[in-house]
Nanobody
Framework: QVHLVESGGGSVQAGGSLRLSCVAS????????IFWFRQAPGSEREGVAT???????TYSDSVKGRFTISRDSDRFIVYLAMNDLKPEDTATYYC???????????????WGQGTQVTVSP
């Protein structure tokens, strides 16, 4: 079992920045593919970014060039740095993990509770 806890959400104005954190309690995140998803009210869940066991990263087209996923050197924390935020980035952001897949089209096995990001115009 992997316990994931997100933090760092908040309210910002358009053009601002936030950094989300995903802490994996007692687990080395480099053993897993770590995902960031988001879901806005009334919308489907959207894959945002992944970082795999070797450190390779993928991003959705909607955030490419603005968001950066990274893993802390101690490997227990994964970050999502979000720059140039837009109102359409408003959503609940979830961290997820899986041992076997790094495909955002699949459903990872382990999920955090989410952190809210609100971007005002």
């Amino acid at each position: 079992q992997v316990h994931l806890v997100e933090s760092g959400g908040g309210s910002v104005q358009a053009g601002g920045s936030l950094r989300l954190s995903c802490v994996a309690s007692s687990y080395d995140t480099s053993r897993y593919c770590i995902f960031w998803f988001r879901q806005a009210p009334g919308s489907e869940r959207e894959g945002v970014a992944t970082i795999d066991m070797l450190g390779s990263r993928t991003y959705s087209d909607s955030v490419k060039g603005r968001f950066t996923i990274s893993r802390d050197s101690d490997r227990f924390i994964v970050y999502l740095a979000m720059n140039d935020l837009k109102p359409e980035d408003t959503a609940t952001y979830y961290c997820a993990a899986d041992l076997w897949t790094c495909d955002m089209a699949n459903d990872p096995k382990f999920w955090g509770q989410g952190t809210q990001v609100t971007v005002s115009p």
